[in-house]
């Protein structure tokens, strides 16, 4: 596998990892005011998100999160299975 593929495959993971870790941190909150602030890896995605919406935001979490992981799997899946399909060519036809 090239090192590029490597790459994408970490950051997939990473992505979706931390998606994930936030759709969980939003659902077990118990909000105390008006709402609550969301950070995404420090950056602020909402200052101030009422509380009756923070159900929806974790539940996009989830779905970028699940998102993100199917993708990365389809791309890795793509290249190892067109890199056993040009291999395959490639001795039928004599060629390296």
Known sequence: MRPVWVCFALIGAFLSFMCF???????GITPDGNG????????????RLPNDKILD????FL???VFIAFLT???LGG???HKKI?????SK???R
């Open 21 to 27: 870790k936030k759709f969980s941190e939003l659902k």
């Open 36 to 47: 609550i602030g969301v950070y995404f890896l420090g950056f602020p995605v909402n200052e």
């Open 57 to 60: 935001v974790a539940n996009q």
């Open 63 to 65: 779905g970028v999160s």
């Open 73 to 75: 799997l389809v791309l």
């Open 79 to 81: 290249f190892v299975f």
């Open 86 to 90: 040009v291999r395959r060519w490639n």
């Open 93 to 95: 036809n004599g060629a």
